[in-house]
């Protein structure tokens, strides 16, 4: 009696511990067993930690305070669900359909809030225009006329305010998506950018949890015609010091954002101002850094361990052996691809010749579509089949797909192409 008191006292000591917790209940069909879960940092997931099923139900203790996006993904069926915490117990039920997710039940009163207010956004923004055109084809008087009209004013209407001290998230969320992004459409409405600076450098913790980061920093570049790039960032770095955490991620952000719109020489000029920080830096941007360096001209490619390869009987990446490979990180549903990988084919066999292999990594998430896309590439493909939750993602710094590298014979980086025409150049078959 007394080893089960103590172990019962252990358990209740932890659970005392725990902040809040996540609970995800599944019909007992579906077949995944692992999940994980994640927070947010600007626009980074962020690994909290891993369950297994127990009866169908996973339960994640959260052991601190937390208000933001939150997220657990399902490794074995590649099913996401996102919600929200407000440092509160969190409760969905999840329908699930030939190992997908259908619907998503919110057993908490702030996710079902949250909920209710997304959906009544999407119909305004979505649905609302349709309707209005519609109606001036019914008259008011018919019954269908009348409903229209019912359906209007219901969608036209404002939504009640969210009680700041109730739904503190929630609160921050809407108030601020609505000021600084909601109303691009309405030029008198727009905010300019020592607005979105002041908001930045006085916002609270959930600025970074809340997912507003990426797109507030996208319209504060934006803002105005921008045509002084550089001063404009400098101005936010001044303001918010790339020696505090927030400067940091703010930093680590303008440069993916550099990165994705393929701005080269900003993204350049602020990851040498990371690379030269001397201060402690946090693991937010060591993790931009990192991936970066992994990808930079002369490095060495990471190696990877392939999953499920096609074509080949190399166990990674640095099995391949030839004198030059073609790094290609592609996806099935990939408009880019689908007008570039031909190219790439009409040339497979002249690029053997010249003893250089190609090498596909895909970003798919169905496995029907990549293995029938694959059945016409007869170079090495494989996938892990998570899309963009795939470990290559973040290490070779991957934004876009297409992305192409070209390595030497000892998997050194010597080209960096940025369309399968400047892959034909360099081999000079074009």
Not at 238 to 259: N, W
Not at 414 to 426: A, C, R, S, T
């Amino acid at each position: 009696m007394k080893k089960i008191y103590t172990l019962s006292a252990v358990l209740a000591a932890f659970m005392m511990q725990a902040q809040f917790t996540v609970t995800i209940q599944t019909p007992a069909d579906f077949k995944d067993q692992d999940a994980i879960l994640y927070t947010l940092n600007g626009s980074r997931d962020i690994i909290v930690t891993q369950e297994k099923s127990k009866n169908n139900t996973w339960t994640f203790k959260y052991p601190s305070n937390y208000m933001g996006m939150m997220k657990v993904y399902f490794p074995g069926t590649n099913n996401t669900v996102n919600f929200i915490s407000e440092n509160k117990n969190v409760n969905l039920k999840l329908d699930i359909q030939n190992n997908k997710i259908k619907e998503i039940a919110y057993l908490d009163e702030a996710n079902e809030l949250m909920s209710k207010q997304q959906e009544g956004s999407q119909k305004k923004e979505l649905i609302l225009p349709a309707l209005t055109q519609i109606k001036e084809y019914y008259k008011d008087n018919t019954d269908f006329g009348k409903a229209l009209r019912t359906e209007i004013d219901r969608l036209s209407g404002k939504s009640a305010p969210i009680d700041a001290a109730s739904h503190p998230f929630i609160s921050y969320y809407n108030t601020n998506y609505s000021k600084f992004l909601g109303n691009s459409a309405d030029p008198s409405k727009k905010v300019d950018q020592d607005e979105i600076i002041n908001f930045i450098d006085k916002s609270n913790d959930m600025l970074e949890s809340s997912s507003l980061l990426r797109p507030l920093l996208v319209a504060y570049l934006n803002s105005g015609g921008n045509t002084n790039v550089t001063a404009s960032v400098d101005k936010l770095l001044d303001r918010l010091k790339v020696e505090t955490p927030r400067g940091q991620t703010v930093l680590s952000e303008l440069i993916d954002i550099f990165d994705a719109y393929q701005m080269d020489e900003f993204k350049n000029k602020y990851l040498s101002l990371a690379k030269n920080l001397k201060c402690t830096i946090t693991d937010r941007l060591a993790s931009t850094l990192k991936s970066n360096a992994n990808v930079e001209m002369g490095a060495a490619f990471p190696n990877y361990k392939f999953q499920s390869p096609a074509n080949t009987t190399a166990k990674s990446l640095y099995d391949v052996k030839a004198d030059k490979k073609v790094i290609v990180f592609w996806s099935s549903t990939c408009s880019h691809c689908e007008s570039e990988l031909p190219k790439l084919l009409d040339k497979y066999n002249d690029l053997k010749a010249k003893n250089v292999q190609i090498v596909g990594l895909s970003l798919d998430v169905d496995k029907n579509s990549y293995t029938k896309k694959i059945a016409a590439f007869p170079w090495v493909n494989d996938s892990e089949l998570r899309g963009w939750n795939s470990s290559y993602v973040d290490t070779y710094n991957v934004h876009a797909t297409p992305t192409y590298f070209i390595l030497d014979a000892n998997n050194k980086i010597i080209n960096k192409p940025e369309h399968v025409g400047d892959v034909l150049d360099y081999f000079k078959l074009k």
